[in-house]
């Protein structure tokens, strides 16, 4: 099984960058495609972008197209999410999620692992 652990949330000024990583254990990562997920308080979790598990094939919520990009490294078993462009209301938790049988990238519900979370605020 494996796990997921997120890394490099932190505060930014709008306009900025930060990137964001998600570290996995177990010998079966490359076969699963990985996404990063958000949540606000009380809200569900948003999908935000995916990547399949070769890297061959990015997702993209309309909301961060061309302003984040997803990408792996199988070897090192780290997803990344560049983020540039920030905005305020980019300001929330992030999630790093893998799906092993790509079904649905949108649906929060079918992808398989999640990590704990990270979190980021991006100042106005």
């Known amino acids: 099984q494996v796990q997921l652990v997120e890394s490099g949330g932190g505060l930014v000024q709008a306009g900025g960058s930060l990137r964001l990583s998600c570290a996995a254990s177990?010998?079966?990562?490359?076969?699963?495609?990985m996404g990063w997920f958000r949540q606000a308080p009380g809200k569900g979790r948003e999908f935000v972008a995916a990547v399949s598990w070769n890297g061959a094939n990015t997702y993209y919520a309309d909301s961060v197209k061309s302003r984040f990009t997803i990408s792996r490294d199988n070897a090192k078993n780290t997803v990344y999410l560049q983020m540039n462009s920030l905005k305020p209301e980019d300001t929330t938790d992030y999630y790093c999620a893998g799906q092993q049988d790509l079904v649905s990238v949108t649906s929060a519900a079918l992808w398989n692992i999640w990590g704990e979370g990270t979190q980021d605020t991006v100042s106005s």
């Open positions: 177990g010998r079966t990562f490359s076969t699963y495609a």
